[in-house]
């Protein structure tokens, strides 16, 4: 069986990604590798860094001519990823083609009514899930499908959601990302630490999970609950490994909560320093379960940067709707620490959550307002995803339609902003849109390198109803206001 797994043109194609860090899909990388190891035929086409247009995607596959073909997604690139499961089956019939990732984990059944090109769904981690559905058809056997715990699927216009897989307990016995399978010279990942300047970069991910319950996070939907990770030599073992083949001088950790076990952190910063291993590196963290002595730690084996979700700025807010219950405390005293041990830290907040009031919205800004001279600060409006609770709260307030499709890139029914927020759908309840707009643009004016500008064309061509007209129309409006007021004040 030929196995062929494919990036969308545009990758993860969020907002985040439009400024040079385009990174390894490692999901498809750990899927590769798996599937090597078990003797089979696997080709990764990473259509985002090759910058291929549809018709050399399509050629790749012709020529190939795969059994299956794999395509991997998140809801900010699921256009792309599901356009490119209707060319593979276009171009190249035969094929069975499958689509995995975060979004199609959480949107399994969605996908297989709307897209009939699409034959299977894998949900969840998809290293054995995968490996066994490959069996499967390599062996033509329908009837041995249902036993296949993590899928989703249809026959004869039937869809069938099997139970879902048991996590993988021990990632130790995972291989290292099938790296070798991509041209990742071409990636030119790069992250700019200071006093060092610009160095080679690795990307590596070393957990699955997430213990805690914020109302808009997808990951322990798509990783469980339960955190799972590699052991500290295993970690130091692949930082070594990225290093001596990959020349990598700077490592991105891109685990949800890279010290959710302290103890586990110390001991793989211990590993580094004892190996005396020249790396950089950067992670997210839990606030909460940080202190200034682990902290020190990392610096001393090469943490330069470190980011934490706050949300938001009403304890309220904090706790009773997001559920996450962390001080404000917490978060004085980290970047305190960091700006004492010479780290640079970002901080995360998220603007129009349930039954935030102005009040409370402006909580976030006073709090942005203190820490903007000692952090960087990161924003963004609530964003719904789906089988989150924030989903499920918004269809029960009547702000989010029972009958939307995740599929069906134009809804006038919902909110996105394409140029800067991808198309996700975003989250209003109690703010205005004029309410929202003049927080983000009074965040925006204060950080450096933003462009409005290049933003516009994408802008014009999403205005897709007279509801998108009006908002972009307060958004114009309030980018007016604020910047008067703020060249008043200057």
């Not at 499908?145 to 004869?156: C, D, E, H, Q, V």
């Given at each position: 069986?030929?196995?062929m797994?494919?990036?969308?043109p545009?990758?993860?194609f969020a907002?985040r990604?439009?400024?040079?860090?385009?990174?390894?899909?490692?999901?498809?990388?750990?899927?590769?590798?798996?599937?090597?190891?078990?003797?089979m035929?696997?080709?990764?086409?990473?259509?985002?860094?090759l910058?291929?247009?549809?018709?050399?995607?399509?050629?790749?596959?012709?020529?190939?001519?795969p059994?299956v073909v794999g395509v991997t997604?998140?809801t900010?690139?699921?256009f792309?990823a599901?356009e490119?499961?209707?060319?593979s089956?276009?171009?190249?019939?035969t094929a069975?083609?499958?689509i995995?990732?975060p979004h199609?984990?959480?949107?399994?059944?969605?996908?297989?009514?709307h897209i009939p090109?699409?034959d299977?769904?894998v949900r969840g981690?998809?290293?054995?899930?995968t490996?066994?559905?490959?069996k499967?058809?390599e062996s033509?056997?329908?009837?041995?499908?249902?036993?296949?715990?993590?899928?989703?699927?249809?026959?004869?216009?039937?869809?069938f959601?099997?139970?879902?897989?048991?996590p993988l307990?021990?990632?130790?016995l995972?291989p290292f990302?099938?790296?070798?399978?991509?041209?990742?010279?071409?990636?030119?990942?790069?992250?700019?630490v200071p006093g060092?300047?610009?160095?080679?970069?690795?990307?590596?991910m070393t957990?699955?999970?997430c213990?805690f319950?914020?109302n808009f996070c997808a990951?322990?939907?798509?990783?469980?609950?339960?955190?799972?990770?590699?052991?500290?030599?295993?970690v130091v073992?692949?930082?070594?490994?990225?290093?001596n083949?990959?020349?990598?001088?700077?490592i991105?950790?891109?685990?949800d909560?890279?010290n959710?076990?302290?103890k586990?952190?110390e001991?793989?910063?211990?590993?580094?320093?004892?190996?005396?291993l020249?790396?950089q590196?950067?992670?997210?963290?839990?606030?909460?379960?940080?202190t200034?002595?682990?902290l020190s730690?990392m610096k001393k084996?090469?943490?330069y940067y470190?980011?934490?979700?706050?949300?938001?700025?009403?304890?309220?807010?904090r706790?009773?709707?997001?559920k996450?219950?962390i001080?404000?405390e917490?978060l004085?005293?980290i970047?305190?620490?960091?700006?004492?041990?010479?780290?640079l830290?970002?901080?995360?907040?998220?603007f129009?959550?349930p039954?935030?009031?102005?009040?409370e919205a402006?909580?976030?800004i006073?709090?942005?307002?203190r820490?903007k001279?000692?952090?960087?600060?990161?924003i963004?409006?609530l964003?719904?995803?789906?089988?989150t609770?924030?989903?499920?709260?918004?269809?029960?307030?009547?702000?989010?339609?029972e009958?939307?499709?995740w599929?069906?890139?134009?809804d006038k029914?919902?909110?996105?902003?394409?140029a800067?927020?991808?198309?996700?759908?975003?989250?209003?309840?109690?703010l205005?849109?004029?309410?929202i707009s003049?927080?983000v643009?009074?965040?925006s004016?204060?950080k450096?390198?933003i462009?409005?500008?290049?933003?516009i064309?994408v802008?014009?061509?999403?205005i897709?109803?007279?509801?998108?007209?009006?908002r972009?129309l307060?958004m114009?409006?309030?980018?007016l206001?604020?910047?008067?007021?703020?060249?008043?004040?200057?």
């Amino acid at each position: 069986m030929k196995v062929m797994l494919l990036v969308p043109p545009g990758g993860y194609f969020a907002e985040r990604w439009t400024k040079g860090t385009l990174m390894p899909a490692l999901g498809i990388l750990y899927i590769a590798a798996y599937l090597e190891n078990k003797g089979m035929e696997v080709k990764v086409v990473p259509s985002e860094v090759l910058e291929l247009k549809w018709r050399e995607i399509e050629k790749e596959i012709s020529n190939y001519k795969p059994d299956v073909v794999g395509v991997t997604t998140t809801t900010e690139n699921r256009f792309l990823a599901f356009e490119l499961i209707r060319r593979s089956k276009k171009v190249y019939p035969t094929a069975r083609t499958v689509i995995g990732g975060p979004h199609a984990s959480m949107a399994a059944q969605d996908a297989l009514e709307h897209i009939p090109e699409l034959d299977f769904v894998v949900r969840g981690e998809g290293e054995i899930t995968t490996y066994e559905l490959v069996k499967a058809l390599e062996s033509k056997k329908e009837d041995s499908l249902s036993k296949i715990p993590g899928i989703s699927y249809r026959i004869n216009g039937k869809i069938f959601i099997n139970p879902s897989r048991s996590p993988l307990h021990d990632l130790d016995l995972l291989p290292f990302p099938a790296r070798h399978l991509i041209p990742y010279e071409k990636y030119n990942f790069y992250l700019d630490v200071p006093g060092k300047g610009k160095l080679p970069a690795a990307n590596l991910m070393t957990s699955r999970g997430c213990p805690f319950e914020c109302n808009f996070c997808a990951t322990p939907i798509n990783w469980g609950r339960i955190v799972r990770s590699m052991s500290p030599e295993k970690v130091v073992e692949e930082i070594e490994y990225v290093i001596n083949r990959y020349n990598a001088k700077a490592i991105w950790f891109y685990d949800d909560t890279f010290n959710f076990n302290p103890k586990r952190v110390e001991k793989i910063c211990d590993l580094i320093m004892e190996r005396d291993l020249d790396i950089q590196w950067t992670c997210e963290l839990r606030i909460d379960v940080m202190t200034k002595e682990l902290l020190s730690k990392m610096k001393k084996a090469g943490l330069y940067y470190v980011s934490f979700g706050v949300e938001a700025g009403s304890e309220r807010i904090r706790k009773e709707i997001i559920k996450k219950n962390i001080k404000l405390e917490h978060l004085y005293n980290i970047v305190r620490w960091c700006k004492e041990l010479e780290i640079l830290s970002n901080c995360f907040f998220i603007f129009s959550h349930p039954t935030e009031t102005w009040q409370e919205a402006k909580e976030t800004i006073n709090i942005i307002e203190r820490l903007k001279n000692d952090s960087e600060i990161s924003i963004s409006i609530l964003h719904i995803y789906p089988g989150t609770n924030l989903e499920k709260k918004a269809k029960e307030m009547g702000k989010f339609p029972e009958d939307f499709t995740w599929t069906k890139k134009k809804d006038k029914r919902i909110i996105t902003l394409p140029a800067a927020q991808g198309y996700v759908p975003l989250f209003q309840d109690k703010l205005s849109w004029a309410d929202i707009s003049e927080l983000v643009f009074r965040w925006s004016f204060s950080k450096k390198g933003i462009s409005y500008l290049r933003k516009i064309p994408v802008t014009l061509t999403s205005i897709n109803s007279l509801s998108a007209l009006k908002r972009y129309l307060i958004m114009f409006l309030v980018f007016l206001k604020v910047k008067i007021l703020k060249i008043y004040k200057s």
